[in-house]
């Protein structure tokens, strides 16, 4: 699938780093719907209010559109490995990404890091 024809954060290539389409590693991230809230808007004293679901990323957070663009960066430049320090999503995003493009990660969570957050990472392949 052409990146820069999907339903995703890639349809605005143009304005990020990566330039070759096929250095553009993706897992569908973006394109999340808005979500109307009229009764939290009235909660809250707004007119108006609209709630980005970015749940539904590929990764389960908006974490997955940061980490995509920056592994997708790296596999252009040919880094093959990566590090990261983070408790949770950001590291959940890195390897999932990191996998997909076939570079290796090394993730360092704290001890009480949340037991799904290591799985999910040592799932991916990273250590």
Known sequence: MDPLRASS?????????????ASMITLGEGWTPLIHSQGFARAC???DL???????????????????????????????????GSAG???????????AAGIEAHIFMPRDVPQANYIECKSYGAT
Do not use: Q
Request: with cysteine; glycine share 8%.
């Open 45 to 47: 004293g707004a007119d």
């Open 89 to 99: 999503n950001a590291a959940s995003a890195a390897a999932a990404y990191a996998a």
């Open 50 to 84: 609209w709630i980005k679901d970015d749940g539904i990323n590929s990764t389960g957070s908006f974490k997955a559109r940061g980490l995509s663009c920056c592994v997708s960066m790296c596999h252009e430049l040919g880094v093959t490995k990566i590090a990261l």
């Open 9 to 21: 954060m890639w349809r605005y290539a143009p304005v990020l780093p990566v330039d070759k389409p």
